[in-house]
T-cell receptor
């Protein structure tokens, strides 16, 4: 079991570029989410999904898009990167009816 | 979700027991209390979850008083490897759809 995987681990973008952060899980969890973590701050929820075809916004959704076409994958898209999106991004999954979340290793994104 | 308050930082010497208290005055009847641990450059990791009284696992204990307005995470005989940020979360199975972690408590274990 790989658990939760994220790619890439590191990425540098120029302002205005677009990219997709990948998240995949093999635990058959319905719930998946994306967080960002900035220095000295906790994790802030960007978007989440409670199942294939169902997504919703978290605390800080602006500038990010998501879709959920399969149970396994939950990509996060940055359509036009901005320096304010420089952060570490974590993907997480859980069984819908339990509180324990499983986190991926993170993607460190720098936007110049 | 119920708002939580916990100390920003704590220091402890190796071998001591560490207690981190979290306040959650507006906890709802069906809310559970969950603690996570995060090491630098890693995602948070689940430690323990409870509803009331005391829960113990191989890593920690969680003490919850009868009024459930606070909870205490207890780490026995900490080592340097326990240096991390610890987050307290409160919510029910449905309420966990939107989970916010707050700043957490940064525990520094001193040799």
């Amino acid at each position: 079991n790989a658990g939760v995987t994220q790619t890439p681990k590191f990425q540098v973008l120029k302002t205005g570029q677009s990219m997709t952060l990948q998240c995949a899980q093999d635990m058959n969890h319905e719930y998946m989410s994306w967080y960002r973590q900035d220095p000295g701050m906790g994790l802030r929820l960007i978007h989440y999904s409670v199942g294939a075809g169902i997504t919703d916004q978290g605390e800080v959704p602006n500038g990010y898009n998501v879709s959920r076409s399969t149970t396994e994958d939950f990509p996060l898209r940055l359509l036009s990167a901005a320096p304010s999106q420089t952060s570490v991004y974590f993907c997480a999954t859980r069984n819908t009816f339990q509180g324990e979340q499983y986190f991926g290793p993170g993607t460190r994104l720098t936007v110049t | 979700l119920a708002k939580t308050t916990q100390p920003i930082s704590m220091d402890s010497y190796e071998g001591q027991e560490v207690n981190i208290t979290c306040s959650h005055n507006n906890i709802a009847t069906n809310d559970y209390i969950t603690w996570y641990q995060q090491f630098p450059s890693q995602g948070p990791r689940f430690i323990i979850q409870g509803y009331k009284t005391k829960v113990t696992n191989e890593v920690a204990s969680l003490f919850i008083p009868a009024d459930r307005k606070s909870s205490t995470l207890s780490l026995p005989r900490v080592s340097l490897s326990d240096t991390a940020v610890y987050y307290c979360l409160v919510g029910g199975p449905g309420g966990y759809q939107k989970v916010t972690f707050g700043i957490g408590t940064k525990l520094q274990v001193i040799p």
